[in-house]
């Protein structure tokens, strides 16, 4: 598919707010892009990360479009590159096996498709779908560790790898909310691959590296180890159960409660003790004790990051990743965390930029769209090479009488 000037256009379907995002690639041979429109707007009909309204998620895109529109004309917005989110979806080990076809008995492209078809062929439940295969290794004739396999003679490849499913009914509640809102849609990604695209370098992944992007009823989690995806998950709990405890443990309103976060929220990292106020009108002033406030979002954050640390265990690298944790998403611009995530995590810590725009790329809460973008920039085939589209496309003729 052409793109109509180089247009791109992409929405994070995120919990508390979709994201919209339209840019326009320089020319065919620059990668760099720049923002015609960004827009932001609440999110509702949808409940850690997944789409539990279809026609009230639905409209808050359909917002989003339209406000997209009015910015970015004269250009026209192109079908959307869409994320997919939530702890419904799970990795499982994939592993398959083929002859290697050729008469000179050299690796083809043919015979890496082949393979990592057949490595799809796993068993899941009967209410989930399977929405990618990524390779880490092939083995070739015994040979393992293999990437870059084309032209190797040999008898047999093999192929292991990690398969991404997701639970059928949301998969499905995302699709109609998003063509509900007028909109047709290019290609789905899931949500921490498309942020560890925007935040993650090449040689970060080679090393070993860990995206952890904290959204507002989410965690996301990618490990990337030799430039392949060795682990993914998605933690149901984020930067908005922090404001909720807080909300809690002062008893005040959840507005108040996320003011009180942004303002004071270096506090839980600092044990600070004394008697602080926040204005709520010119009348009005909020007097609550710090400590309370504390004891209640250290608690919380503390509890991701060692959920965080048991998905690392699960893949032995606690502790064990020279680029270490690279932080993302809204709840990351909570002040003080990544000197906390250091001394907890035992690991290098930064928080993750976009370098490829101008303009947001020190806004972490952008990481997802513009992950959408980015990939959705690149070469279309090497788009439909990672993409999911095609599984949920298929999964979608499934239910059609």
């Known amino acids: 598919m052409v793109r109509r000037k180089n247009i791109i256009t992409a929405f994070d379907v995120g919990s508390s707010s979709i994201k919209g995002l339209v840019a326009q690639k320089s020319s065919e041979q620059d990668d760099k892009l720049g923002v015609l429109a960004h827009f932001s707007f609440p999110s509702q009909g949808l409940r850690r990360g997944v789409v539990v309204n279809v026609d009230a998620c639905s409209e808050s895109i359909e917002k989003v479009g339209l406000k997209l529109k009015t910015v970015a004309k004269p250009y026209k917005l192109t079908d959307a590159f869409v994320n997919i989110n939530g702890s419904h979806m799970g990795g499982k080990e994939a592993y398959g096996a083929v002859a290697i076809s050729r008469a000179d008995q050299k690796v083809s492209q043919e015979d890496i498709e082949r393979v990592i078809e057949e490595a799809k062929n796993i068993n899941l439940p009967i209410n989930q779908e399977l929405l990618d295969m990524f390779p880490r290794e092939f083995i070739v004739d015994g040979e393992a560790g293999l990437t870059d396999i084309e032209g ?164 032995n690298k606690q502790k064990t990743l020279p680029a270490g944790i690279v932080l993302t998403g809204g709840g990351s611009n909570l002040v003080g965390l990544v000197d906390f995530c250091k001394n907890q995590l035992e690991l290098p810590v930064r928080k993750g930029v976009c370098k490829e725009f101008v303009g947001l790329e020190n806004d972490p809460s952008f990481s997802v769209v513009l992950g959408l973008a980015l990939l959705g920039s690149t070469d279309i085939e090497a788009v439909k090479t990672n993409s999911i589209f095609a599984s949920i496309l298929n999964f979608l003729k499934k239910l059609t009488p």
């Open 152 to 315: 190797i003679k040999g008898i047999k490849l093999e192929v292991k790898g990690l398969a991404v499913s997701a639970f059928s009914l949301y998969i499905k509640k995302l699709m109609d909310a998003v063509t509900s809102a007028d909109l047709s849609i290019e290609e789905v990604f899931i949500s921490p691959i498309a942020a560890a695209r925007a935040v993650l370098s090449p040689r970060q992944k080679e090393l070993g590296v860990a995206m952890v992007d904290i959204g507002a009823e989410t965690t996301g989690i990618a490990v990337f180890e030799e430039k392949r995806l060795i682990h993914l998950a998605v933690l149901p709990v984020g930067s908005a159960n922090i404001t909720r405890d807080i909300a809690i443990a002062l008893q005040t309103d959840i507005d108040i409660a996320e003011e009180i976060k942004k303002k004071f929220g270096s506090f839980i990292f600092k044990n600070k003790r004394k008697k602080e106020k926040i204005k709520l009108s010119e009348e009005e002033v909020f007097e609550f004790d710090s400590q309370r406030m504390v004891k209640a979002g250290k608690a919380r954050v503390l509890e991701i990051l060692r959920l965080v640390e048991k998905e690392l265990k699960k893949i």
